[in-house]
Structures are given as C-alpha cells and as structure tokens.
Nanobody
Framework: QVQLVESGGGSVQAGGSLTLSCTAS????????VTWFRQAPGKEREGVSV????????FYADSVKGRFTISHDKAKNTIYLRMRDLEPEDTAMYYC???????????????????WGQGTQVTVSR
C-alpha cells in the first residue's frame, strides 16, 4: 500500500521560511515524477514544483521561482520543498503527488498523478 505523508507546514509571517517534506512508504521515488501542489480556499489546485527523480530535473510555477526549491533525498525516500520569502498569497494546503515515469507537459495537472498525500497547511500572515 502506497502512502505519501507530508509534514512541515505551519504558520509564519510574510518573509519567513518553511520546509515541507513528503515521505513515501510502499513506494520508492525511483524514476518518478513528484510534484508539490497547493490549493487555497475557493481556488483550483495549482502545480507548484516538480522533480523528476531519474534525472534531477526540476520545474517551478512562475509564482514561486527563485523562492521555492524542490529536492530529493534518496536515502530518506523523501521529497522536500524549501520555501523562503513567503507571501500571504502562498497560504494554502500543500499536497505532494507522485507517479512512476516522467510527466512531460502535463506536470501541473492533478490527473497526471497516481498517488497523493493528505496535505499540510501553510499559512502566511502579513
């Protein structure tokens, strides 16, 4: 049984930093596409960043470029999202999602993924 478990969310002031973690059990992030999504109340789920664990390639939504960094720790079978210079607009529930193989142009689409975590809340206050 595959489980993705997110952690690391919390409440911070604008300009602060958080690091989210997504640890898998029953699944190994080998040659996988792993994406962080976020969803704010009343808004659609948004793809934030993807890492292709087979190559190490990463991509980011324009809204987070230069502020967020996605990475993969093979030994811990964990994907991280380091977030800095947080803004109130970053407030959302953050989810990680994974699928085996590379997702090409559709990395921002939730339907591209087979496995999802339960989410971790990030709240950024002014």
């Amino acid at each position: 049984q595959v489980q993705l478990v997110e952690s690391g969310g919390g409440s911070v002031q604008a300009g602060g930093s958080l690091t989210l973690s997504c640890t898998a059990s029953g699944y190994t992030y080998t040659s996988a596409s792993v994406t962080w999504f976020r969803q704010a109340p009343g808004k659609e789920r948004e793809g934030v960043s993807v890492i292709y664990t087979g190559t190490g390639d990463t991509f980011y939504a324009d809204s987070v470029k230069g502020r967020f960094t996605i990475s993969h720790d093979k030994a811990k079978n964990t994907i991280y999202l380091r977030m800095r210079d947080l803004e109130p607009e970053d407030t959302a529930m953050y989810y990680c999602a994974a699928r085996t193989g590379r997702v090409f142009s559709g990395w921002k689409y939730p339907q591209s993924y087979d496995y999802w975590g339960q989410g971790t809340q990030v709240t950024v206050s002014r």
